[in-house]
């Protein structure tokens, strides 16, 4: 077994291997002091922890409790149905790794070390569970593939929920026929030719088309929204809530600037892995799976729409607490998807992630300019959920059908509906692939009893 582990080992590509373990040990490192973490609930307990409110057994507790649960039951399943590891795996766990380690010199190197073999082991622990798949009987590794399917035409469906959440039923089915004529006018054309002395064919994507413009769309009616006009009793103009936030947490905003060139870095790297030479890392379930189908544009369309949706999260929690994310907005991926080119995603990612710090309390007061863009980016979230949800539950029960034809449909309804009666259920969207990787799981377990 140890022989085995090593050959997969010395099988690995050194330079993936090396860019994620930095990215592991440098994020790992960041979260032991404070400096930056991945998980959105993590973030408000830095400050307490950094300013001697919280115990450091009590922070890696709530750290623990946070990050597992996703790790296990949402992070890896996603990460198994394509050779792409979903960044919350790895990033979730190296927040457990920083915040368990001490906060000492030698704790600091220690998490480094640690969050390094941490995003090693990652990679050939799923590349061995992929190999393991692949040598049983009943081989379900291209149907576990399949689950995702569904999202391939679906992601663009997200924008006309969004306007249906913020602005009503009517404007969402406008924006849904925006789509839809979107997706026809460009499978219609297939391609178009610009002539000249090469004339060579640009072909349309169909899904990427149809979800430009329902962005577009989107953000018409997100930018049309403005905030009402407040004044005091002297007629003087009174200030935002966000600008309000940003001048009583300033040296929380300095205390980020301060860490920016490691933050930088890390921004740089998360670029790197995500660009199209490497394609390493996902931001995302929706971006992982059109990625492992090609769809590079059509993923960083995606990647670029939760960006926006995470500029008020990230950017709020980041000036009340001083504490940022590793991959900061995430505007970084969104860089990576655009170039095939490693270096240029690098410096892309770095120089993004200097923006976002330098800019951070600009960004939030002109938030206050634009309230819709905060309800907006909530329900982007929302709706980008309730879209995978839906997508890989069916993905999920057509994978698994083909696996046990009748009883695949059967295991995933009954695993979903169940779910929901549990004490503590996984999170939705990752029935789909969990239960894909049972039926797998059974299907061979019959085989070896004798039953198929």
Known sequence: MEHEFLMRLLTIDPMKAGLIALIGGLSAMMANRGIAVFHDGLRPLMPEYLEGRMDHKTLAATSFALSFGLVIGFGLPFSLTAPIILVHSLLLGTDVVGTWCNNSRRGFLLSGVIGALYGVALMVGLRSVVDLFNMMPVNFMNNLSQVGDPIIVCFALFPALVVGYQYGYKKGMW????????????????????????????????????????????????????????????????????????????????????????????????????????????????????????????????????????????????????????????????????????????IAGGVIMFLEIRLLARTAIWLDKYPGVKACGDHIRTAITRMLEVSLLVGGMIASNAILPGMGFMIVAGIYLLNRTSRRPLVEMSIGPVATIAVGILANLFYFIGIV
């Open 175 to 346: 924006v849904l026929v925006a789509t839809l004529v979107g997706y026809l006018v460009a499978h219609s054309f297939g391609s178009i030719s610009f002539g000249g002395r090469i004339e060579k064919p640009v072909k349309l994507d169909p899904n990427g088309i149809a979800l430009l413009l329902a962005m577009i769309a989107m953000f018409y009616f997100t930018m049309q929204e403005r905030p009402a006009t407040s004044e005091n009793a002297d007629g003087v103009k009174t200030k935002g809530a966000n600008e309000m936030l940003v001048g009583l947490f300033s040296a929380r905003i300095e205390r980020i600037q301060k860490n920016k060139w490691l933050l930088v870095f890390s921004g740089g790297l998360c670029a790197m892995a995500g660009s199209m030479s490497f394609s390493l890392l996902a931001e995302g379930p929706v971006s992982l799976q059109l990625m492992a189908q090609g769809e590079q544009t059509s993923a960083m369309l995606v990647a670029l729409a939760r960006a926006i949706s995470f500029i008020p999260l990230v950017g709020m929690t980041a000036i009340a607490t001083g504490v940022y994310s590793p991959e900061g907005m995430k505007f970084v991926f969104v860089a990576g998807l655009a170039t095939n080119n490693p270096l240029i995603a690098f």
